[in-house]
């Protein structure tokens, strides 16, 4: 109590600084007139009509009439939004020093009186955290045709570049994760009995490590490691999520987390190249590893670990397993979209070794209710199938709850995909003011990214939805213009834990067992 | 008859070089296994089950594991086909010469035993042709939330260039073609009441007229106006097709055409900016200009008309106006996936006027059945709508008719835009030998154009489907970070027909109005 007046003395008020948000909803539900169809009249004009309609897909791409709205006048009319003013603002809050206040933003207090209103240092925080958890999926290598497919695409050392983040935040990559992926990969790697050995069919890229630079470790008042994990990708993933077995956790039997999570989490396999210790050895190692090397250069350290998604429940179990591991250090997780991951127990065991979370729900998203909303809500025979109530899945930590509603830039419609994507999370996070306040005027973090994968926007923003692609998905024309897939530059390729990068040695691999239809 | 047997004198047999088509079907149609669901048995893991399921779509794009399939052996088992000697080719035949046989070619005999078994020189020539149809679409704005929407996104100059046809078939751009789009427009453009005034919210871009250059004129052995048509695009194009209306054509009340085609060949509006004449009118004049510039010049001149789906009608409606407005004028059509356009009495004068056409046709194709599939076959009290006979639409000409099984490369299954796309149609007729055999061995089309707008391709191919896309779909990071839509280049900006090119003024309006979202 005594430590959160104070932090509320040195951390200065907050003003509203948002506008009506009741107007502007009302004016963004207006909805399209209904058009008459040209067709309408006979039985046989509507079979017609049918048939039309149905053979409208045939027609190549069709252009959809966006739905009609009345200009939002306070935010985002096209002509205010197409203003060059507008667009030549950066995309970030100036950074502010926050050395002498980091603790409290860090969650030593659980964010006691810093969440509503939000305090604008701790969601400048958030939001690099939570663009790193972001970049895991940007990275990530999704085409099911590709042979590197599950892995990253960019090596550690210019990952950050390639996504815009360099200088950014002030942070480097020290190390990449990697975890058994229980995918059913395609089956056509089967086929090739080795080719295992390139990449591997047993292995995700899971996420990285990172350290503060010098400059930004001056602004935040100590050194901070950043664990970020990869959300679900393929289903099987997340299908192993659903196993419903709680399975103990820890030195006692009474922490259990969800099965799944935690095999994500811990499996390994000699037979592998890149799982041969497992997520939690790896994260472990290097984390130690940083923790050893900045405390005897005498500096403070902090370990923050964030994820979206199944990213989030992974962070939690890392965060678990490095407060056991090491006593004494500063733990926090900032998760996005997480579902729950243990019982009663879990959530209070982490209390007491002092691990700090905050978790930014969206309130109209789906997972965070998951696996609750099977076990917990869903269920009206829970005891028939568990008999204890130690199974019950709970959530932990402290609660930065978002409502998609408040922004007048998106879509407020139904959208599954659209309410959990972490793009999503983050203009909400740089609009939030406060519960009862409606968007932030001066929020500035480009509001094109949350079409990234997604159909929120409005459509008077005119952003395309899901416009994060690649051209032609990768092909290129060759010199006699074949359309073929290149091979990925040498210093990109995976290499297995351990090893040293022998890029020629790789090339020679891919070479001789053609797995590409490359042409050089 | 005895003008059939001299052109089989002086085009030689063709060897039937298709491989055994049935052992390669049967592999290929070998399934993927059934995988066991790794939730089952009570209802209520089923429920998990099945929440899993939908939530799998929650997670961002996901893995598709690629069916099973035996390689295929004589084609395309992915070693093989990622073979450089394979992928060093030449995407097309090598060019012959034809110009002492161009008139049969063209079809002055119906392509009569040119057929079946396709005559190598036609079978490259329909090629051609159907490129110049393809480039309709590849070239096309679809971005509804461009302000060009609807237009081609290069000029006249260099479209051939931007997609790797300079060169390739020897033609040059002389007249884009634009109609009454009868598109309902993104609502968005009614706002700025002058946006009428950049582009046209009237008209789309539907094709272009062009001639063969000097060299490509010695190799076919005349000099060749070319026009092309795009195909439909927006529904409300499509829709329109189908008002069920025959409506009189020429001079006679006898020939009848399917009203929509002819509107979208012949409306015109004072109010528009590029449709002040009709694409009717657009195209025979560029026409009649150049058939009389090189005949005054002492050169033979023909005219082929290419389209596919609608483009192909539009070419039919073409042909007749044009052999009525120049007589003695060599004219063919080559139509792709066209649906019919008019009675019977519309097919008997295009043969009296000594119309070519050949009807390339995908035999599992649902378009070339229209309207007739509804009013045809479809439509069992068909006389108490129409009344008389006269009203049945009927296709005219000559028909190469292709077999989606014929090709071991692609997917069999039932697609409906899969079976009705231009590349789909440009594969087959590479491939095609004669009806009784299969797909020719030596085909040099690369065949991963199939899979630019669609999913036909086996998964072996290890090809994208849908690939054919821009990077972020035009976005670009500006100097801050921010996503915006770029301006077109001032000399890709269409220019109505009539006016010069301002580019300057055109800057100047698209400056003061912001339509965009630009930043330079």
Redesign the interface.
């Known amino acids: 109590m005594a430590m959160s007046t104070m932090i509320h003395n040195h951390l200065p008020a907050i003003p509203h600084t948002g506008v009506n948000r009741n107007k502007l909803v009302a004016r963004a539900h207006q909805e ?1 007139p209904v ?1 008459d ?3 309408n009249g ?1 039985k ?2 509507k ?3 049918r ?18 709205r009345e ?1 939002m006048k306070h935010y985002s009319s ?2 205010s ?4 003013e507008k ?5 970030m809050s100036p950074k502010q020093m926050i050395s002498d206040k980091w603790r409290e933003i860090h969650g030593c207090t659980d964010w006691d009186s810093l969440l509503d209103p939000l305090h604008p240092c701790l969601r400048r925080e958030i939001l690099k955290y939570g663009e790193f958890a972001q970049a895991t ?1 940007d990275a990530f290598d ?4 590709s042979e590197y ?2 892995s990253c695409r960019f090596n550690s050392n210019k990952i950050f570049e390639k996504l ?1 983040l360099d200088g ?1 935040h002030g942070y480097k990559v020290c190390k990449y994760i990697y975890a058994m992926s229980h ?6 790697l089967n ?1 090739t009995v080795h080719l295992g050995d390139t990449w591997s069919r047993d292995s995700n890229w899971m996420g990285f490590v990172a350290i503060s630079d010098e400059e930004e470790t001056r602004r935040i008042g100590r050194r901070d490691i950043v664990v970020a994990w990869r ?6 993933e ?7 077995k709680l399975e103990p956790i820890g030195p006692g039997d009474d922490a259990k987390v969800e099965h799944g999570f935690h095999s994500i989490y811990t499996s390994k396999s000699e037979h592998t190249r890149y799982s041969k210790s497992s997520a939690s050895e790896q994260v472990m190692k290097e984390v130690t590893r940083l923790v050893k090397l900045y405390k005897e250069k005498g500096e403070e350290v902090s370990l923050t670990i964030t994820g979206h ?2 990213g989030g429940a992974l962070a939690l179990l890392n965060a678990y397993e490095a407060a056991t591991t090491i006593p004494g250090l500063p733990i926090s997780v900032i998760s996005f979209g997480a579902p729950r991951v243990g019982n009663i127990a879990f959530r209070d065991q982490l209390h007491q070794m002092g691990v700090k979370t905050l978790r930014v729900v969206v309130k109209q998203d ?2 965070p209710k ?1 696996p609750g ?2 076990f917990n809500e ?2 009206q ?1 829970f005891d028939e ?1 568990t008999g204890t109530l130690d199974w019950v899945y709970t959530h932990v930590g402290a609660e930065l709850r978002l409502d998609v509603r408040s922004s007048p830039y998106l879509k407020h419609g139904f959208n ?2 659209g309410f ?2 972490q793009e999503t999370y983050l203009h909400l996070v740089d609009g939030f003011v406060c519960q009862s306040s409606s968007f932030r005027e001066d929020a500035r973090r ?1 509001v ?2 949350v079409n990234k ?1 997604c159909d929120m926007l409005v ?2 923003l ?3 939805h899901c ?9 290129v ?2 010199a ?6 290149p091979k990925r530059e040498a210093e990109d390729v995976p290499v297995p834990v351990g090893s040293q990068p022998n890029f020629h040695a790789l090339d020679k691999i891919v070479e001789s ?7 050089v």
Chains 1, 2 share one sequence.
């Open positions: 399209a058009v169809h040209p067709i006979t046989a004009s079979r017609a009509a048939l039309a309609e149905s053979l409208s897909n045939l027609l190549h791409l069709h252009v959809e009439p966006p739905q009609r200009v096209w002509d939004f197409g203003d060059d667009h030549s603002t950066p995309t999926y999704f085409d099911p045709f497919c599950g815009g950014k995918i059913d990969m395609p089956q056509w086929r959300g679900t990708v393929a289903p099987s997340w299908y192993e999520d659903f196993q419903r998604s199944l789906l997972v998951m909303v099977v869903g269920l025979k199938i599954l995909l959990h994507s480009d094109a990214l994968a459509d008077e005119r952003i395309p416009w994060y692609q690649m051209e032609n998905k990768g092909l024309r060759n006699h213009g074949r359309w073929v897939k067992r053609r797995l590409q239809p490359v042409y």
